[in-house]
């Protein structure tokens, strides 16, 4: 896989001397369009605020450089931020946040060689599983604290397999995980994109189910910050949030699409093409078999109610948690968790999204 280039930053020099400086991770996916535009664009200067982006390649580094301190902050998985809370990997550290920079964005990509098999959808896939027992299909998710392997497992269980007998689920950082598919080290896997995209257009892959139809609204990305950070200087961080969520305004409105596709090219993101990034932010979305129309964006930065880190969507990502055993939801850890969702104000019915029970197909 080619090197991903260095970002180059346009936090532009202040005019005035800054309210607060942060030092914020974060890993290459269309996630992280937000704080790229507020770089961008300037819109964190304008704010009154530092930044400075330190792009990395995983989870564990983003968890690790928050609990140690060499992170202020980052745009992470909401499950990981109670991963880092409750110290589940390394010392537990406390962080929160109060701001939810998308909802959905996810897909689960397959191998060309399960096409070649047969599988078009949950049934056939159980099918071939069943048809290749004892071995056992390699899929791959991003990190076991995130929205990635709640949906993984949920679509699992709807196929009639059971995610922790039937299939091996392993880690990896998501810059990797269609590397790994094409040497044929994974059969497949649950990541953000662009690398879906890639996969897809490029033939090595083809997308069986997205997020929008797996759970539709889910919490995705949420802006996870050491507390001590906050406190420390709350004016400078009030000044960031609203520059995160102009930035995310800015990101959702659709005729700023095509643009925001020539940004991330031109920072060197991502060693993908344009037509890669185009493929989930523009859309039509394509699988990797066809063109799939929907009337629900692939990715929300800003509409339905995305901003609001309220306690529904923690509950959601807690329970899927518990739900993989890697959480222990007493009492106090529940509401120590729940706690953390700093946005007390209720969501739109959106949220939290509707479990389906259906099964899934390429054409979903």
């Keep these: 896989m080619p090197r991903i280039p260095a970002a180059k930053s346009t936090n532009l ?39 400075r982006l330190s792009r990395e390649l995983g989870w564990g580094s ?20 109670f991963s880092v809370l409750l110290g589940t990997h390394a010392p537990a ?22 096409w070649e098999k047969g599988v078009r959808d949950a049934r056939t896939f159980r099918l071939v599983v069943r048809s290749e027992a004892p071995r056992r299909p390699a899929l791959a998710v991003v990190s076991p604290f995130s929205s990635h392997h709640i949906l993984m497992r949920e679509w699992l269980r709807s196929t009639g397999l059971d995610p922790d007998r039937d299939v091996r689920i392993t880690v990896l950082p998501p810059p990797l995980v269609a590397e790994n598919m094409r040497a044929g080290q994974i059969d497949g896997f649950c990541a953000g994109e662009p690398w879906n ?36 200087q709350p004016e400078a961080y009030a000044a960031l949030r609203k520059a995160l969520i102009d930035a995310c305004r800015y990101c959702d409105q659709p005729e700023n699409r095509e643009t925001l596709v020539d940004l991330l090219v031109d920072r060197g993101v991502f060693p993908l093409s344009k037509e890669v990034l185009r493929n989930s932010l523009v859309g039509p979305f394509h699988n990797g ?10 990715i929300s930065f800003f509409r339905d109610d995305a901003n609001h880190a309220s306690r529904d969507r923690a509950a959601w990502c807690l329970n899927g948690l518990a739900e993989a055993n890697l959480v222990k939801l007493d009492p106090k850890t529940r509401q120590l968790c ?27």
């Excluded at 257009?201 to 950070?229: C, Q, Y």
């Design 13 to 51: 020099p202040l005019a005035f001397p800054a309210l607060g400086r942060f030092r914020i991770g974060y890993i290459p996916l269309i996630d992280a369009a937000p704080l790229l535009v507020a770089d961008a664009l300037g819109f964190f200067s304008k704010a009154g605020v530092q930044v």
């Design 62 to 81: 983003i968890r690790e450089k928050i609990v140690y301190g060499e992170l202020d902050a980052a745009p992470a998985p909401g499950g990981l931020l």
């Design 93 to 114: 550290c406390a962080v929160s946040t109060d701001l939810v920079l998308n909802l959905q964005g996810n897909a689960i990509t397959f191998s060309r060689r399960l």
């Design 197 to 232: 995209s890639a996969a897809a257009l490029t033939g090595e892959g083809w997308v069986v189910a997205t997020s929008a139809t797996l759970a539709p609204g889910h919490v995705e990305k949420v802006f996870m910050i050491r507390n001590d950070s906050r406190a420390r």
């Design 289 to 298: 078999m066809e063109a799939i129309a929907s009337a629900r964006p692939f």
């Design 338 to 364: 729940l706690d953390a969702f700093l946005d007390p104000a209720p969501s739109r019915p959106l949220s939290p999204p509707r479990r389906s029970t259906r099964l899934h197909s390429a054409t979903a």
